[in-house]
C-alpha cells in the first residue's frame, strides 16, 4: 500500500466546463498547464497527461451537451490539506468541480456552517431557557453559557496551537463535549451557593469552598480520560483527547473557582433576577 501511494500519489477532480472545446480551448489549456506545473497529469480535449495539443489536435469522448470535461490528477492524495486547497482554488476560479475532494469541501461547509450558524446557537439557547425554568434566573443561565464559551474558545484555540492544522470536526466535537461538562461543573457549584445562608458574598465563598474538592476530583479524571486518547495513532483522537483534556482542566482550576466567583461577586443579588430568594 504503502508503494502504491509513493508511485501513485494522486487524487481525481473532475472539471466541467460550460461551452465546446474549441470555445473553452484557452480555459482548457491554462487549466491543463496549472495541474501540470503542480506535478499532476491533465486529461481534456486538448491534453494528455503531461502534453498540450494545439487546437488540430482534438481528443474526442470530452465533450457532450454542451459541456467540456477535463480530468485532472493532482499530485496530492485525497482529502489531504493539498488537494483540498488545489480544490477549493478551482471552485474559487469558477470552475464546476466534481469529485471525493469538491464532495468533501461541500459536506464540510454545509456541516461547519449548519453547526455554527443553527445548532450550537440553538443548544446554547435551550439550555439557558431549562436552566431560567430550574433556577428562576436569567443572569445565571447567560453567564454561565459565556463562561463555557470562554473555556471552550480556549480549549480549540490551543488546540490549533499545538497541533497547527487540525481536522475539521475537531473543533465542533471540542464545542460539544465542553458545553455539556462545563454545565454539571457549573450546577454543581450554583446549586450549593443556593443552599447556603448568609450574604451573596459570603454564600459564594461557602458554595465553591465545599464543591471544590468534587469539582476538581472530577475535573482530574475526566482530563485524564481524555489525554489519554493522544497515546493512540489516530491524528483525530489525539487533538479531541489534548483539547479536551486541556480545557477541563482550565475549567476546573480558572474558569470555575475564580471567573466564575468573581463575577458572581460583582453581580452580587442580580445573580438570581427576576428571582427573589428567601431572606432577602
Known amino acids: 500500500m504503502r508503494l502504491l501511494s509513493s508511485l501513485y500519489n494522486y487524487s481525481v477532480d473532475y472539471v466541467i466546463i460550460n461551452g465546446s472545446p474549441n470555445s473553452s480551448y484557452a480555459k482548457i489549456v491554462s487549466l491543463a498547464k496549472e495541474v501540470i506545473d503542480r506535478g499532476g497529469l491533465a486529461y481534456s480535449s486538448f491534453s494528455i497527461g503531461k502534453t498540450i495539443l494545439n ?3 482534438y481528443v474526442n469522448g470530452f465533450y457532450s451537451h454542451n459541456y467540456t470535461l477535463a480530468v485532472l ?5 485525497v482529502f489531504s490539506k493539498g488537494a483540498i486547497n488545489f480544490t ?10 466534481v469529485g471525493s475532494n469538491a464532495q468533501r469541501i461541500d459536506i464540510v461547509d454545509n456541516t461547519v456552517n449548519l453547526y455554527y450558524s443553527e445548532v ?5 439557547l435551550l439550555i439557558t431557557v431549562y436552566l431560567f425554568f430550574v433556577l428562576g434566573s436569567v443572569i445565571v443561565p447567560i453567564r454561565l453559557a459565556l463562561t463555557l464559551l470562554v473555556s471552550s474558545l480556549v480549549g480549540v484555540g490551543v488546540m490549533d496551537l499545538v497541533f497547527n492544522s487540525t481536522y475539521w470536526l475537531s473543533p465542533l466535537i471540542v464545542f460539544a463535549l465542553l458545553f455539556s461538562l462545563g454545565i454539571d461543573y457549573d450546577m454543581f457549584i450554583i446549586l450549593r451557593i443556593i443552599e447556603e445562608k448568609g450574604e451573596e458574598d459570603e454564600r459564594i465563598i461557602k458554595g465553591v469552598k465545599n464543591t471544590g474538592l468534587v ?3 472530577a475535573g482530574l479524571i475526566l482530563s485524564g480520560a481524555f489525554f ?5 495513532d489516530m491524528r483525530f483522537l489525539q487533538e479531541i483527547g489534548f483539547a479536551v483534556g486541556f480545557t477541563v482542566l482550565f475549567d476546573t482550576f ?3 473557582p475564580i471567573l466564575v466567583p468573581a463575577i458572581m461577586s460583582v453581580l452580587k443579588k ?8 428567601q431572606g432577602e
Open 120 to 124: 450550537l446557537p440553538l443548544t446554547i
Open 228 to 232: 489519554s486518547l493522544m497515546f493512540t
Open 270 to 277: 442580580h445573580n438570581w433576577w427576576p428571582r427573589v430568594r
Open 88 to 97: 477549493k482554488h478551482l471552485i474559487e476560479e469558477g470552475y464546476m468541480v
Open 73 to 77: 490528477y493532482i499530485p496530492y492524495p
Open 215 to 217: 469539582v476538581t476530583a
Open 55 to 57: 487546437k488540430s489536435e
Open 254 to 256: 480558572i474558569v470555575r
